[in-house]
């Protein structure tokens, strides 16, 4: 049983440049939701997802995109990299908002 | 504005003491609370939660505590281990189920032997 799986888990990246982060679940979770952490900062939420088709905007989302197109994947993009995005990126998935949220091992990403 | 608030960035407590983690929020129509538990290098973790109904939630060697009217919870760690030292989150959300969680930032436990 995976849970959530995220990839890269490290990425370094220069000012300017774009990538996608990655995550899918395996538990059929409608909820899922990215966040960064950073510190002093705690989880902030950057997008989140209530099923296929449906994306919101969370906390701080200014400088990235999400799509939902299928229940288990939620990527997460970078449009342009900048250095104030360097953080330590978490996706998590669950049943429902406040229920257990299962979370991915994170994505380290320094730009540089 | 931070509406959750950990106003201890790090605790210390000998193996086998209690700790206690606090929580402060600015929002009295949170409802739902949580805890979530994090070591270096993974995700956080689900750890006990509980709603606004309630003033406590034991759940083997911790225990949530609710004082809804200092807007304050608490978790009690007893007795303390050494796999206990990670950093915890608490967490609030409105309208139980239907609204996303606000994270605090953070207090990093460390147990020592």
């Known amino acids: 049983n995976a849970g959530v799986t995220q990839t890269p888990k490290f990425q370094v990246l220069k000012t300017g440049q774009s990538m996608t982060l990655q995550c899918a679940q395996d538990m059929n979770h409608e909820y899922m939701s990215w966040y960064r952490q950073d510190p002093g900062m705690g989880l902030r939420l950057i997008h989140y997802s209530v099923g296929a088709g449906i994306t919101d905007q969370g906390e701080v989302p200014n400088g990235y995109n999400v799509s939902r197109s299928t229940t288990e994947d939620f990527p997460l993009r970078l449009l342009s990299a900048a250095p104030s995005q360097t953080s330590v990126y978490f996706c998590a998935s669950s049943y429902m908002w406040n229920t257990e949220a299962f979370f991915g091992q994170g994505t380290r990403l320094t730009v540089v | 504005d931070q509406q959750v608030k950990q106003n201890s960035p790090s605790l210390s407590v000998q193996e086998g003491r209690i700790s206690i983690l606090n929580c402060d929020y600015t929002?009295?129509?949170?409802?739902?609370f949580l805890w979530y538990k994090k070591y270096p290098a993974e995700g956080p973790t689900f750890l006990i939660s509980?709603?606004?109904?309630?003033d406590k939630n034991e759940d083997g060697r911790f225990t949530v505590f609710l004082n809804k009217s200092a807007k304050h919870l608490s978790l009690h760690i007893v007795p303390s281990q050494p796999g206990d030292s990670a950093v915890y989150f608490c967490?609030?959300?409105?309208?139980?189920?239907?609204?996303?969680?606000?994270f605090g930032t953070g207090t990093r436990l460390t147990i020592i032997p």
């Open positions: 509980i709603s606004s109904i309630k």
């Open positions: 967490a609030a959300s409105l309208n139980f189920g239907n609204e996303k969680l606000t």
């Open positions: 929002n009295s129509m949170f409802d739902y």
